[in-house]
């Protein structure tokens, strides 16, 4: 279409507009799986995986600079998904990720988002993965509708 001067922006309407959103089911064992895409599984490991579904839980946002205020949550989340190991060295690592002055919050998202780019294109994988303005409160955009706990 494109080599017959279409649009690339009408071309990108088209394809949009025929990709459809999975629905995100998350198991009692905590495996992440879009429904919709014959159940295709995303792994993640523990720590990335708890930050995703600390968001999850937090539809309206939360800004990287307050995520201190979330530390007992999201250390129960960890201890969730991994109950088994040193509980110091878990909650040092939770510390990490929200603490303002460290990179790890940016860390464990880069590998949200790769986890999800892995798969299919960005335009279609953001809806699944932690976005936002620098400042503003970073969300996962996909409508909490969609998601399925099990």
């Known amino acids: 279409m494109r080599l017959k001067g279409v649009n690339t922006l009408f071309i990108h309407g088209i394809i949009d507009e025929c990709e459809r959103l999975s ?6 064992d905590y495996r992440i799986f879009l429904v919709d895409y014959n159940n295709m599984e ?3 490991a523990v ?3 708890a930050v995703f579904f600390l968001f999850l839980h937090h539809p309206e946002g939360i800004r990287f600079k307050e995520l ?5 949550e999201l250390l129960q989340i960890y201890l969730k998904l991994r109950p088994i190991g040193g509980r110091m060295r878990q909650e040092q690592s939770i510390r990490d990720i929200t603490n303002p002055c460290s990179n ?3 860390e464990k998202c880069a590998r949200i988002r790769e986890a999800f780019i892995s ?5 279609l994988a953001k809806n699944y993965f932690i976005t936002g303005r620098r ?3 970073k969300s ?4 909490p509708s969609m998601f399925i706990w099990e």
């Open 47 to 49: 720590l990335p995986k």
């Open 140 to 143: 996962i955009m996909l409508d």
């Open 104 to 106: 790890s919050i940016n």
């Open 119 to 123: 798969y299919f294109d960005e335009r």
């Open 68 to 72: 201190s205020d979330y530390y007992t």
């Open 135 to 137: 400042g503003e409160p």
């Open 23 to 28: 629905r995100l089911r998350i198991t009692k």
């Open 42 to 44: 995303i792994r993640l």
